[in-house]
């Protein structure tokens, strides 16, 4: 091991701007990330930052009206699902938004589900369902559903589809408490817009928000960490003298392609995701891998077996169901398999001996 | 070692000490002049101001809101600028990091986080240790959560219960202690209200504000914690609710009580304008109220970004600066973060200035109004050595006010206030009355057997740039601030209760958060392993 990571030391030390990729571990193993990041003037990515990245810009550019999954299971009348990839992350989602018991909510509406732009699916027995669907575009029917929402007009051909989503639009504007859920990942920045002023017409008499689905490979818990670390999201650079937070140019793909990076960290290391690495990964680049699974490296690549985080270690990681980053114990604890943390942590001392010599 | 901070004048108002004398060092704390021994270190601060360090008992610096203030303006530390100066150099200087070090350059030691979100204290803490130097604390958030307010449900009180669900959340959350914000407003907003009083009562739940404070005033004096409810009251920004606030003062004498950022709260009604200042009536009634302690929360002109578990205050307050805001609607309080740039050329921003000022100039006692910004809502923390210079400097203060819009200036009493505040008693309200209504009785003052945090600062007639730049902090006895700058960085402790509960109070509640949030409590539980560092925690012992 020792020589394994003094290895990886060496490759580093060389590195003239070296990407953090894949990140997926838990939050030590991103502080860790960040720390190893700063000393050596590199970029801080994480394979799933595309829907973060939206979800980012958009934020920056406006704001945001989340609720927490527990308020939303709890209090919401009606929720709309925009999309496919909310069910097909969670299959069990529904079930969860609609849970038998609840706390006290607002308004006597009874609850309800309205399906925007998805294929059919599973719904909750009994559970009155609206889907807003056919032939036409997921950012027309949202766009045509934001315009019924606000009672100006819009243009649908399909007639009964029109009825539908004025129909909903009604609805919406006398739910207690409405929630729009998406996958950030699936919708692009423009839907996420029309939706967020959306739900800003709705508060204005009544109660509405969004629920932004997280993103795997605990991308909300890195996200955070990195914020609360250096002031920025992930996709941050640290090669000059301050923090340099750009959703374009701080892409690991993208860096890596272009070769502006001239070293890869890729770290995969959590239980029941995989981070699926940049195409051209592990060739022609120098890497250090930090996996918990098996690699297919490059001979010259540095690769080290790290325990998973969740099953072999406890771990800090993002839950969505308390809308915030908790620690869960360890399935099976195997103290033989170094965390991230402990790797990076100790390839940080490594290059500072170099450094020191 | 034995370190000797020799000839400076001394301030410890904790034991009526202003004169010119020797301070000692050794493991980490103070120590006695010895008696026959030499000093291993000696530093001649002679002609300097020697302090204990600094008690911020106030300021947003870590956990979820925080953050996601930090994710929708990453670009206020670039945008903040005092008296048109930018004072921030990056985004980073928003992160953990920058916080800890430009806290010690000042002279701070201990910073308390005042709002930690029960079921996300893991991320709370986690920040918090990555923040250098300073030790801190946290409050956590009760009063708006369904457990609580089904627990104080109309004729069902189990005060008891209420007891050990406090004990267990201060435990389970390692807080310091407990906060509470609009009591019950956060719930109503959840049915919709957009106001929300003393009396009224939260939707489906039968009680009234005043009850859940009075209820959390009782288990905290039941549980023997040191430090009393720390209460954000209700109409926070609203003109007229200096009402609201004598109401609370008055209705809350049972028990002590610390209310929060209380400048945000002195305001009248009277004038064309419809908003006045209420400080001499907020004053006269925290005076009367001796059980009662509060903090400032001053307001400095310039960019800020404005972070509180009060949702329904931060709604109707969303008319943001820039025009970007984030109502999250969440377990318990939820959070509003809205922009605000305080302009000096506002009337109502002018009067607010001058309401903070008033507040702590017409307080009879120091050890009952704190100081605070409740950063970064009235202003950054980087600003707190201007305030102080507002404070010390009678004509620093006139400077400011004649520039100030003529309405604000008509109708402002701060003019006609003489008073400027001696070391002493800067020192008592940073230092000493943080100390003792949070319960750390090893710090906030210079007796042997204290904790060795002193700073020790260049006396000089401009207080901003006297307390910019520490001439010398030590943490722990560790010289960690030289000449301004920080020149070894270490790390502080977290301090918490402990209080102890009746077990059954664990069943309870993690049935409530299975059937309602399809969580395990055991999630958010703080171990020591939050932190990498084994003495990261340390227990303050309560009364009963
Ligand atoms: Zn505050």
């Not at chain 1, 030391?9 to 590195?15: E, F, G, Y």
């Not at chain 2, 301070?23 to 302090?51: F, T």
């Not at chain 2, 000042?106 to 920040?127: N, R």
């Not at chain 2, 923040?131 to 004729?155: C, H, M, Q, S």
Request: hydrophobic share 40%.
């Amino acid at each position: 091991m020792d020589s394994t990571l003094q290895r990886a030391a060496d490759l580093l030390a060389q590195a003239r701007f070296p990407v953090f990729g894949g990140l997926f571990t838990d939050v030590n193993g991103a502080a860790a990330a960040l720390a190893l990041a700063q000393k050596l003037g590199g970029v801080v990515d994480h394979a799933a930052s595309e829907g973060m990245s939206r979800a980012a810009r958009v934020m920056r550019e406006t704001g945001s009206t989340p609720a927490s999954f527990g308020e939303v299971r709890n209090r919401a009348d009606t929720i709309v699902l925009i999309g496919d990839s909310p069910r097909a992350r969670d299959p069990e989602l529904l079930e969860k938004l609609f849970p038998a018991k609840a706390l006290p909510r607002p308004g006597d509406n009874a609850r309800e589900l309205v399906v925007v732009g998805a294929k059919k699916g599973k719904t909750p027995a009994g559970l009155r369902t609206t889907e807003i669907d056919g032939k036409t575009a997921l950012p027309e029917l949202v766009a045509s559903l934001g315009a019924a929402i606000r009672e100006l007009p819009f243009e649908i051909r399909d007639a009964a589809l029109a009825k539908k989503i004025l129909s909903t639009g009604k609805r919406l504007r006398e739910s207690a408490f409405a929630v729009f859920v998406y996958d950030p990942a699936e919708i692009e920045e423009p839907v996420l817009h029309t939706v967020l002023e959306a739900v800003r017409h709705l508060v204005k008499t009544t109660r509405a928000a969004t629920l932004s689905l997280a993103a795997p490979g605990n991308g909300e818990g890195v996200n955070l960490c990195s914020t609360w670390t250096c002031g920025l999201p992930v996709r941050t650079s640290f090669a000059g003298e301050t923090p340099e937070n750009n959703m374009w140019a701080f892409e690991t793909e993208r860096l890596l392609k272009s070769g502006e990076a001239d070293a890869l960290v890729w770290i995969d290391a959590l239980d029941g995701a995989d981070a699926a690495p940049p195409t051209r990964a592990f060739r022609g680049i120098s890497s250090v891998v930090l996996s918990s699974k098996p690699v297919k490296a490059g001979r010259d690549d540095v690769v080290v077996e790290v325990g998973a985080a969740v099953a072999d270690h406890d771990a800090a990681v993002y839950l969505p169901p308390i809308a915030g980053i908790g620690e869960v114990k360890a399935t099976s604890a195997d103290a033989s398999k170094p965390t991230v943390a402990d790797v990076l942590n100790k390839i940080g001392t490594l290059i500072d001996a170099k450094r020191a010599a | 070692m034995l370190t000797q901070l020799k000839g400076g004048r001394v301030i410890d108002p904790a034991h009526n000490r202003d004169a010119v004398g020797d301070v000692y060092l050794e493991n980490g704390r103070i120590v006695d002049a010895p008696e026959g021994r030499e000093p291993d270190e000696v530093h001649n601060v002679s002609g300097k101001i020697v302090m204990a360090g600094a008690i911020d008992v106030h300021s947003h610096i870590a956990g979820t809101n925080v953050t996601l203030g930090r994710q929708l303006m990453p670009e206020l530390p670039l945008m903040a600028s005092a008296e048109g100066q930018p004072i921030l150099p990056s985004s980073a200087a928003w992160g953990s990091y920058a916080t800890g070090i430009r806290y010690a350059e000042m002279g701070y030691t201990t910073v308390i986080e005042p709002a930690m979100i029960p079921t996300h204290a893991i991320q709370a803490h986690k920040e918090m240790a990555s923040i250098p130097i300073i030790d801190v604390a946290g409050l956590v958030i009760l009063g708006n959560d369904d457990y609580t307010l089904n627990l104080l449900r109309t004729g069902n009180v189990k005060s008891d219960e209420l007891k050990d669900y406090v004990a267990w959340t201060l435990m389970h959350s390692k807080a310091l202690g407990l906060k509470v914000i609009n009591a019950g407003g956060s719930e109503a907003f959840k049915f919709n209200a957009r106001t929300f009083d003393l009396d009224e009562q939260v939707p489906e739940y039968g009680v009234t504000s005043r009850g859940i404070v009075e209820a959390m005033q009782q288990a905290i004096a039941d549980l023997g914690v040191p430090h009393p409810p720390h209460v954000h009251t209700n109409n926070l920004g609203i003109a007229g609710n200096v009402d609201t606030a004598v109401a609370t003062l008055e209705a809350t004498q049972a028990h002590p009580i610390h209310l929060a950022h209380i400048q945000f709260y002195g305001y009248g009604k009277e004038g064309d304008k419809g908003f006045s200042s209420g400080a001499p009536r907020l004053m006269e009634a925290i005076n009367k109220n001796k059980k009662a302690t509060v903090d400032v929360g001053q307001v400095m002109f310039g960019q800020t970004v404005t972070i509180s578990g009060d949702v329904l205050r931060q709604f109707t307050a969303r008319a943001a600066n820039p025009k970007k805001w984030v109502i999250n609607q969440a377990d318990g309080n939820g959070t509003g973060i809205v922009p605000y740039n305080y302009k000096k050329k506002s009337f109502v921003n002018a009067l607010q200035w001058a309401i903070g000022l008033e507040i702590f100039l017409l307080a009879e006692d120091p050890w009952r109004v704190l100081f605070s910004t409740d950063h970064p809502n009235g202003a950054l923390f980087v600003r707190y050595p201007e305030i102080f210079h507002l404070l010390m400097d009678k004509n620093e203060r006139l400077r400011w006010f004649d520039r100030l819009p003529e309405a604000s200036r008509q109708v402002s009493g701060l003019a006609g206030i003489s008073r400027e505040l001696t070391l002493s008693e800067l020192a008592i309200i940073t230092r000493a009355a943080p100390a003792k209504v949070l319960g750390l009785t090893d710090r906030g003052h210079l007796a042997p057997g204290a904790i060795a945090d002193v700073a020790v600062y260049t006396d000089q007639k401009n207080k901003t740039k006297m307390f910019s730049a520490a001439d010398l902090v030590f943490k722990s006895g560790k010289l960690v601030v030289r000449n301004g700058n920080v020149v070894d960085v270490s790390w502080g402790r977290c301090y918490h209760v402990d209080p102890g509960f009746d077990r059954q109070i664990e069943n309870r509640v993690r049935s409530f958060y299975e059937t309602y949030y399809g969580a395990d409590p055991s999630w958010f539980g703080v171990t020591p392993t939050v932190s990498d560092r084994p003495d990261r925690f340390a227990t303050i012992p309560c009364a009963s």
